[in-house]
């Protein structure tokens, strides 16, 4: 197991929203052995606001030494590919090629509020596939070697970048794809990295085989590919917090996991506005909602997706995601108490994988 990577995934949720805390828990992760910071790139969100990453990883070149970074998750809809494409050379070349672009198709609370247009599911997936050639492409080019694209939804004329890339062939890609089938094609097809949420240990090999399948079917190697797992570890012994995050629990996995949902056999009662993550607008009732439909998921689904207990519990935990296929733990340490949290992943977990 000495191959499996952590990831801590910070900024996203109290009590760490800010790009100071981002800044001190990275420089303080890569310490405590992990391999790579995770930092939300959204507007706005359920739980918390948050800071730039890209602004944040830019600081972050110049204060650590071996820790990558990567965003959990860019959406593509609100920056031209042209830009982002500069945006990761610019970060590649000052970290020294520790930058991995997180990205995905976005939600709807990110973009409707701001005038950006939403579009159906097809249409997305579609500009998104275009969305990461042309990057690559642009990450390819220079006043030299100029690039062409006619696509239906991006198009390049002798267009070039003067912000070059330093990791050959480019930097990673780690796309985001929970459960659709057509966005898990499209990671078996461009990623170099898999970002899946709260999935059973039998789910995510059935996810992993679709990836793969894909991967062969587009001529690449599927161990090319570095599936990673989010974890949200509650380890605490005290009942009174274990039945709390249960139901913190609850709403996350009600509002991300429609497929995880459908695959237990668990339906949810009637709601007046929609839950869905990717869809919902953040308003109150979209909070009364959501923890109200979240009481049909019993404890022990949660208890599949989280690990809930002693630190014995989370290795155990961990051990079987590694089992299904995952080879970089990515870790959101926020729920229960966050201090015990990251004080048990550095002081024994950690070293219990990174040992063996």
């Given at each position: ?74 959406d593509f809809q609100k920056v031209h590919p042209s830009k982002l494409a500069q945006i990761v050379g610019t970060i590649d070349e000052l970290s020294n090629g520790r930058v991995i672009l997180g990205i995905g ?216 995601s590694i089992e299904a296929g995952s080879k970089h733990l990515v870790i959101a340490p926020t729920h229960g108490v966050p201090e015990e949290n990251l004080k048990a992943l550095r002081e024994k977990i950690i ?6």
């Amino acid at each position: 197991m000495e191959n499996v990577k952590f990831g801590l995934l910070i900024g996203g949720e109290q009590p760490w929203v800010l790009a100071k805390d981002c800044v001190k828990l990275t420089i303080q992760a890569e310490k405590d052995g992990y391999d790579v910071a995770w930092i939300p790139d959204h507007l706005v969100d359920l739980d918390a606001s948050r800071a730039d990453p890209w602004s944040i990883f830019g600081y972050l070149s110049a204060v650590t030494k071996s820790i990558s970074f990567c965003t959990a998750v860019t959406d593509f809809q609100k920056v031209h590919p042209s830009k982002l494409a500069q945006i990761v050379g610019t970060i590649d070349e000052l970290s020294n090629g520790r930058v991995i672009l997180g990205i995905g198709t976005g939600e709807a609370m990110n973009n409707t509020p701001f005038g950006v247009k939403w579009d159906d599911v097809k249409t997305r997936i579609a500009r998104f596939e275009e969305y990461i050639k042309v990057i690559r492409l642009l990450w390819s080019s220079n006043i030299e070697s100029r690039v062409k694209f006619n696509g239906a939804h991006y198009q390049l004329n002798d267009a070039w970048i003067d912000q070059g890339v330093i990791t050959k062939p480019a930097p990673p890609i780690c796309i985001a794809a929970i459960g659709a089938k057509r966005m898990l094609k499209v990671v078996g097809k461009y990623a170099n990295l898999w970002f899946p949420t709260f999935l059973t240990a039998d789910l995510y090999r059935e996810k992993l085989n679709i990836v793969h399948s894909a991967a062969k079917e587009a001529g690449r190697n599927p161990d090319d590919i570095e599936p990673t797992s989010l974890t949200m570890p509650v380890i605490s012994s005290d009942p009174k917090i274990i039945d709390q995050e249960f139901k913190n629990l609850k709403m996350f996995v009600a509002t991300l996991c429609p497929f995880l949902l459908e695959a237990e056999g668990i339906s949810f009662p009637e709601t007046v506005v929609d839950i869905n993550y990717q869809r919902m607008k953040l308003e109150d009732k979209v909070f009364e909602e959501l923890e109200r439909a979240s009481e049909a998921i019993p404890e022990s689904l949660i208890q599949k997706v989280c690990p809930i207990g002693t630190v014995d519990d989370v290795i155990s935990f961990l051990e079987k995601s590694i089992e299904a296929g995952s080879k970089h733990l990515v870790i959101a340490p926020t729920h229960g108490v966050p201090e015990e949290n990251l004080k048990a992943l550095r002081e024994k977990i950690i070293p219990y994988f990174k040992s063996k």
